[in-house]
């Protein structure tokens, strides 16, 4: 599993530690971009406690999608046959990942853990952020040509193939288009995605990463996309798992 942090002081051991309780099984790497809250040492702290913890210390602030790049080349090189991907704020939860697990039959590229499929929601948003969601899921599915409904969700599981079929230098996505990105070539690579609900939970702890800058690279990482590409995913085969 990858959790990427930064300024997760009051989180990132709440859900590592969850982590470890429901799927004691999965080891942990926490991605850490030089946090000045020190949730770098606290991650340091719980790797030095529990073996199945590692931490990946990176020298500033380079985005969600630099850090995630670095954490799956960091298990690719370790021969990990799976991945997860995890927020590090608490909006995830643990409990819910045997579910994504699960859903990974064979032939499955990508589990989604979707907040917009029957069955998912979200807690405490306000109106604005869920109409932004919404519509910014549309956008994307509307203009890659895909029938995901939750195209910006971070709560994944990966195959390794799955990964090696990507070419994670040429991602050039920084924010939360990364996801966005990193689905179109799952897709394009003719990757079968299942998306399972889930319950989304807004942070207790800490300020949401979310800003301006990162909502206009994904409109218009998108919108290039869709004008210099052929639509990606008609071919894809997508389903909704059970939860």
């Known amino acids: 599993m990858v959790i990427p942090t930064y300024d997760e002081a009051g989180n990132v051991e709440r859900v590592v530690d969850e982590v470890r309780r429901c799927t004691p099984e999965v080891d942990v790497l926490i991605v850490d971009d030089a946090s000045p809250d020190g949730t770098g040492a606290i991650a340091d702290a719980m790797a030095t406690r529990d073996p199945h913890i590692r931490v990946l210390h990176r020298a ?114 920084q924010g939360y288009c990364f996801q966005v990105d990193m689905l179109r070539r799952t897709l394009a690579a003719g990757g079968d995605v299942v998306e399972v609900p889930i319950t989304f939970v807004e942070r207790q702890h800490g300020e949401s990463k979310m800003s301006l800058s990162i909502v206009a690279e994904a409109l218009w990482r998108v919108t290039w996309w869709r004008l210099h590409r052929r639509p990606v995913g008609r071919t894809a085969r997508t389903r909704v798992g059970g939860a």
């Open 60 to 173: 500033s602030k380079q985005g969600l999608g630099v850090a995630y790049g670095a954490g799956f080349r960091w298990g690719l090189a370790r021969d990990y046959e799976l991945f997860v991907q995890m927020d590090g704020d608490g909006s995830h939860s643990p409990r819910q990942l045997p579910a994504l697990l699960q859903a990974l039959t064979p032939g499955t590229a990508l589990v989604l853990g979707s907040r917009w499929v029957a069955g998912g929601t979200v807690v405490d948003w306000p109106p604005h952020r869920e109409l932004l969601s919404r519509g910014g899921n549309r956008y994307a599915r509307l203009a890659l040509g895909t029938h995901v409904r939750d195209c910006t969700g971070g709560y994944r599981v990966y195959r390794r193939g799955t990964l090696e079929h990507i070419d994670l230098d040429a991602v050039r996505s």
